[in-house]
């Protein structure tokens, strides 16, 4: 079963029930059991050896011959929190989740590695460091600039074989004061009332798929391959210092997306 084409594309329905997408778009009260429905087939999948399958494509990704022979560096790293990457992305079931197209895991997009460490380098390193400023030399070997490419690749970290089976769990979020945080500021008119926020406002729970589990994340680096150690090293350095303490996706506000 690849989840990302199940939520996306699936026209059949997901278990026995009659739990299909077509189904929770005209009765979104049911999309919390098609989310469990999702994860009880997707983990029966990975039992039934679908882990074979995926540990192939995997260590293939993974191997040398991946990465044009630049020298690389590779750390794992797992999450402490619940992962929502791509939270806000197009879907019919109101939220998202960054899944494999091809594989049907869960990821962490290379962009979304390289977005997190330049904002980390510039805005917290950057304070005490200059050459991490985006003015700087070193972020401009990192990261580059908008006239040429930084030295340092950064590669989707794909879910490692041994988590994927639970890499995926149901969470809710319960807003509150929706009419109140529906007024649209530019429409107000000034003769109308509108309703404030109250304590007893009922909530309206909101299911949503989270991941979790450890990532295989690559860096790669042209160049003589002692120089580029050192880069590499000071990018894993900047990297894993943005997920511990910034987090990755949405809602790290509220403490979602730390990895260590």
């Given at each position: 079963?690849?989840?990302?084409?199940?939520?996306?594309?699936?026209?059949?329905?997901?278990?026995?029930?009659?739990?299909?997408?077509?189904?929770?778009?005209?009765?979104?009260?049911?999309?919390?059991?098609?989310?469990?429905?999702?994860?009880?087939?997707?983990?029966?999948?990975?039992?039934?050896?679908?882990?074979?399958?995926?540990?192939?494509?995997?260590?293939?990704?993974?191997?040398?011959?991946?990465?044009?022979?630049?020298?690389?560096?590779?750390?794992?790293?797992?999450?402490?929190?619940?992962?929502?990457?791509?939270?806000?992305?197009?879907?019919?079931?109101?939220?998202?989740?960054?899944?494999?197209?091809?594989?049907?895991v869960p990821y962490l997009p290379a962009?979304?590695?390289?977005?997190?460490?330049?904002?980390?380098?510039?805005?917290?390193?950057?304070?005490?460091?200059?050459?991490?400023?985006?003015?700087?030399?070193?972020?401009?070997?990192?990261?580059?600039?908008?006239?040429?490419?930084?030295?340092?690749?950064?590669?989707?970290?794909?879910?490692?074989?041994?988590?994927?089976?639970?890499?995926?769990?149901?969470?809710?979020?319960?807003?509150?004061?929706?009419?109140?945080?529906?007024?649209?500021?530019?429409?107000?008119?000034?003769?109308?009332?509108?309703?404030?926020?109250?304590?007893?406002?009922?909530?309206?729970?909101?299911?949503?798929?989270?991941?979790?589990?450890?990532?295989?994340?690559?860096?790669?680096?042209?160049?003589?391959?002692e120089l580029a150690n050192e880069w590499?090293?000071?990018?894993?350095?900047?990297?894993?210092?943005?997920?511990?303490?910034?987090?990755?996706?949405?809602?790290?506000?509220?403490?979602?997306?730390?990895?260590?």
């Open positions: 079963m690849n989840v990302h084409l199940a939520l996306t594309k699936s026209h059949w329905a997901i278990s026995n029930d009659g739990c299909s997408i077509e189904h929770i778009i005209k009765k979104r009260q049911d999309k919390q059991q098609l989310y469990h429905n999702v994860i009880d087939k997707y983990r029966t999948e990975w039992k039934n050896g679908r882990n074979d399958w995926y540990k192939a494509c995997y260590e293939r990704y993974y191997s040398d011959n991946n990465f044009d022979s630049c020298p690389t560096l590779q750390f794992l790293v797992e999450s402490k929190t619940p992962l929502v990457i791509g939270h806000g992305g197009t879907s019919v079931l109101e939220t998202s989740l960054t899944l494999h197209r091809i594989y049907g962009t979304s590695l390289k977005g997190l460490a330049a904002h980390y380098a510039h805005n917290i390193l950057g304070e005490t460091h200059s050459a991490l400023r985006r003015e700087g030399e070193d972020y401009k070997v990192l990261f580059g600039t908008q006239q040429s490419a930084g030295f340092i690749q950064f590669h989707d970290a794909l879910v490692t074989p041994d988590t994927a089976q639970e890499a995926l769990k149901l969470d809710v979020f319960t807003p509150h004061h929706q009419d109140y945080n529906g007024i649209v500021i530019a429409e107000v008119q000034f003769n109308k009332t509108y309703p404030a926020p109250r304590d007893d406002d009922s909530p309206v729970p909101i299911p949503f798929l989270t991941a979790n589990g450890q990532f295989q994340i690559a860096l790669a680096c042209e160049g003589e391959t590499l090293s000071l990018a894993k350095d900047i990297l894993s210092k943005a997920l511990a303490n910034e987090g990755i996706g949405a809602k790290t506000n509220v403490g979602y997306g730390r990895m260590v």
